[in-house]
């Protein structure tokens, strides 16, 4: 399973603070096939992402080593299906429009059947992107994240340990 680490500050620190953690997190646990981060940047969310290990990925720790910010939502990528370990299929995934991050941590049962309506905007084969591509569309509709987290559950099934992170650093979705 993937390991979650989300923090909030009420003012700005270093990414340097967390890695330190996200490395202990990675060496202890069932991660390094990927990792990836968000963060809050001038009014919206902002990522990075390897499909790669923390320990082997030396130019993204010290390109984020002075990313500053109020919020991190950082994901450690432990696959359910091996052949899903590419860049498309790395998370936190950000909305386009950097209106939010989401991640997933689990394993989506019904993400199958949701993949061919989603055919157009998948970039990878995780059943993650499916959940996080599900919310998307759910979120205007639910109007507050956690609403929107708990259908995305409900409709896919299986464990669903879900992160999110909203360009206003709180819970309320961005509304068209």
């Known amino acids: 399973m993937c390991e979650i680490l ?7 620190r270093p990414f340097s603070v967390l890695l330190p953690f ?35 990925d030396r130019a993204g720790r010290g390109t984020l080593d002075s990313v500053a910010s109020t919020r991190f939502l950082i994901h450690l990528r432990r696959p359910s299906r091996l052949s899903t ?5 790395t998370q936190p995934f950000v ?13 989506f049962r019904s993400h199958e059947r949701y993949r061919d309506r989603f055919a157009g905007r998948l970039q990878g ?15 205007p509709r639910f109007g507050e994240p956690a609403a929107g987290l708990r259908e995305v559950a409900r409709r896919l099934g299986g464990s669903a340990n879900l992160g999110y992170l909203g360009a206003d650093g709180g819970n309320r ?4």
């Open 6 to 12: 989300a923090a909030a500050w009420p003012e700005a």
């Open 22 to 56: 996200v490395r202990k997190m990675e060496r202890f646990g069932l991660a390094g096939f990927g990792w990836g981060v968000a963060w809050l940047a001038g009014g919206s969310v902002v990522g990075y992402r390897r499909p790669t290990t923390v320990a082997s």
């Open 85 to 89: 370990t590419r860049l498309a299929d």
């Open 95 to 107: 909305e386009s429009g950097g209106a939010f991050a989401f991640c997933h941590n689990g394993s």
């Open 125 to 139: 084969q995780a059943d993650s992107e499916v959940g996080f591509r599900l919310f998307e569309e759910l979120l």
């Open 173 to 176: 979705a961005p509304l068209p």
